[in-house]
């Protein structure tokens, strides 16, 4: 994230590696999912605004329904498959967490989010 930095400055310049420089407009923003900022410094920090949420406050529900977004267009014209998608999601996910959680040894700890 730190080659970012200058993408984040008031400027929003993004150079790349190839020492490219891409201008990006007024109606541009970038966004950016991490996992943590433990290589970030203080600089790239101050320049971001962040939202933090524990994913179990969260739940999967958001990433099921962003995942149905992305289905594509042929299956979105038809809304008896998307329909029968989430019924079977509604059906079949909890009762699947449960049996991972509960039955099965994990080898590497896992948040229920990364399980859907």
Same mark, same amino acid.
């Given at each position: 994230?730190?080659?970012?930095?200058?993408?984040?400055?008031?400027?929003?310049?993004?150079? *790349?590696?190839?020492?490219?420089?891409?201008?990006?407009?007024?109606?541009?923003?970038?966004?950016?999912?991490?996992?943590?900022?433990?290589?970030?410094?203080?600089?790239?920090?101050?320049r971001c605004g962040m939202v933090y949420m524990e994913p179990v406050s969260i739940g999967y529900q958001p990433l099921l329904d962003s995942w149905?977004?992305?289905?594509?267009?042929?299956?979105?014209?038809?809304?008896?498959?998307?329909?029968?998608?989430?019924? *079977?999601?509604?059906?079949?996910?909890?009762?699947?967490?449960?049996?991972?959680?509960?039955?099965?040894?994990? *080898?590497?700890?896992?948040?229920?989010?990364?399980?859907?």
């Amino acid at each position: 994230i730190e080659s970012m930095n200058t993408v984040l400055d008031d400027n929003k310049k993004l150079c *790349l590696n190839s020492g490219q420089i891409l201008m990006l407009t007024p109606y541009m923003t970038m966004m950016f999912e991490v996992e943590d900022l433990a290589v970030a410094s203080p600089a790239t920090v101050s320049r971001c605004g962040m939202v933090y949420m524990e994913p179990v406050s969260i739940g999967y529900q958001p990433l099921l329904d962003s995942w149905l977004n992305t289905l594509p267009a042929g299956m979105k014209a038809k809304p008896t498959i998307v329909k029968k998608i989430e019924d *079977l999601l509604e059906k079949y996910v909890d009762d699947c967490i449960h049996f991972i959680k509960k039955e099965c040894k994990e *080898l590497v700890a896992t948040q229920i989010n990364a399980l859907v």
